[in-house]
């Protein structure tokens, strides 16, 4: 990774307050788009609402589809994970997929103009630096453009294990979030260790410790990114 990279903002939205969601982008815009699939009800909107965004929203759109075992609504299988993530390949222009579920990247069809992120989600605990090696090497053999790391820091000790991945990382493209007691600092001053990515919210938070788009905007700018 190159720490010169400026972080960018990811704003999350949730399918079900689409309209609260886009009325709060037109005032804070973010440098991308997250639309989280797996929090709608009805799969069948999933496109037509995507479509909604291309006309909306002027930063570039990344497609979730969040598995249940990291945190998400998502309970299908490969093929029903294959068929939806390639059904929104022609409106978005990155896609996020666990690391776990890194394998369904060879049945995506027409992904090699967009940006792939694999993830990493753990809501109890930062694991060991020996644990996160092991992700994180699947994650770049797996040729991943971005490697997210997600984790619960409940300690100064975890946050700083987390906060260091970028650093150890240098030759690629890491983006860390904290959640927990200590997860707002983390994400605040993140920038500042070298991650590519912030999650915010827009109306409401989809994961916990999440700031809004204008108030992760502004502890950025006040911490002189």
Known sequence: MNNVEKTKLVACLNPQSLDEDLRYLSEHEPDIVEYRADLIQDHRGIISQLKILGEKVNSPILFTLRDR???GNF??????RVSMYNSALPFVDAIDLEIMNCHCLEELEDKSCKTIILSFHD???TPLLSDLDIVIKKAAEAKA???KIAAFCG???EAERLLSLPEKYKNLR???VGM???GKEVRKSAPKFGSVLG???TTSAVAPGQLSVAELREAWNTGNQ
């Open 174 to 176: 890491i983006a860390v």
């Open 69 to 71: 075992m990291e945190g």
């Open 123 to 125: 809501f109890e605990k």
């Open 155 to 157: 300690s100064e000790a």
């Open 145 to 147: 453009d971005i490697i």
């Open 199 to 201: 999650y915010a919210s």
């Open 75 to 80: 309970s299908g299988g490969d093929l029903k």
């Open 180 to 182: 927990g007691p200590l």
